[in-house]
């Protein structure tokens, strides 16, 4: 009775244990031999087990039980490993765009604390000078234009952005 119930498809619950009982380990073996990854040959057993399971009243009952079984756990082993090759291959498609955006959010961070720093380093000069500085690095103004709204001669601006930059540099060093 039991050997007829194991070499059929299962028709109800108890018929569907005793088959997942006795067929489970030979079909995870047979897949992991196959694989040599244990979950991959776990996720194998399972979705067999739940097509076998989704089948219970459509199985062909001329064909062995174990033939199907193991039809269906090939065909989902292909299945599954297909998907796997498709992902590897969209990963190693994408990697490239990831890692350029990694890095440029990188750049974008050290250019961000650069950034401050600078203007930290900015925030120490004096009032005129960080005022100069202020309007060529970061509004873009020329000499003349800062000279004209700030009432001072262009040699002036020169200077202190020559001056401003020193310290900078000097502070930059120490990095």
Same mark, same amino acid.
């Given at each position: 009775?039991?050997?007829?119930?194991?070499?059929?498809?299962?028709?109800?619950?108890?018929?569907?244990?005793?088959?997942?009982?006795?067929?489970?380990?030979?079909?995870?073996?047979?897949? %992991?031999? &196959?694989?040599?990854?244990?979950?991959?040959?776990?996720?194998?057993? #399972?979705?067999?087990? $739940?097509?076998?399971? /989704?089948?219970?009243?459509?199985?062909?009952?001329?064909?062995?039980?174990?033939?199907?079984?193991?039809?269906?756990?090939?065909?989902?082993?292909?299945?599954?490993?297909?998907?796997?090759?498709?992902?590897?291959?969209?990963?190693?498609?994408?990697?490239?765009?990831?890692?350029?955006?990694?890095?440029?959010?990188?750049?974008?961070?050290?250019?961000?604390?650069?950034?401050? %720093?600078? &203007?930290?380093?900015?925030?120490?000069?004096?009032?005129?000078?960080? #005022?100069?500085?202020? $309007?060529?690095?970061? /509004?873009?103004?020329?000499?003349?234009?800062?000279?004209?709204?700030?009432?001072?001669?262009?040699?002036?601006?020169?200077?202190?952005?020559?001056?401003?930059?020193?310290?900078?540099?000097?502070?930059?060093?120490?990095?």
């Amino acid at each position: 009775m039991i050997n007829d119930i194991l070499q059929r498809a299962p028709t109800d619950e108890k018929e569907f244990f005793l088959v997942y009982r006795y067929w489970y380990r030979k079909l995870y073996y047979f897949l %992991y031999h &196959k694989t040599q990854c244990s979950d991959l040959a776990e996720d194998v057993v #399972q979705q067999t087990f $739940l097509i076998v399971w /989704e089948r219970k009243n459509g199985a062909d009952q001329r064909v062995l039980f174990s033939t199907q079984l193991f039809q269906i756990a090939r065909t989902k082993l292909i299945d599954e490993l297909r998907r796997q090759a498709l992902n590897r291959k969209y990963v190693d498609f994408e990697k490239p765009f990831v890692l350029s955006q990694y890095e440029d959010m990188e750049t974008r961070i050290a250019y961000k604390d650069e950034l401050e %720093y600078v &203007k930290g380093l900015i925030a120490q000069m004096p009032f005129m000078r960080q #005022q100069v500085f202020y $309007l060529h690095k970061f /509004e873009e103004l020329s000499y003349k234009e800062i000279a004209v709204k700030l009432s001072i001669s262009p040699k002036t601006v020169e200077n202190h952005i020559s001056i401003g930059l020193k310290f900078i540099k000097k502070f930059f060093k120490l990095l």
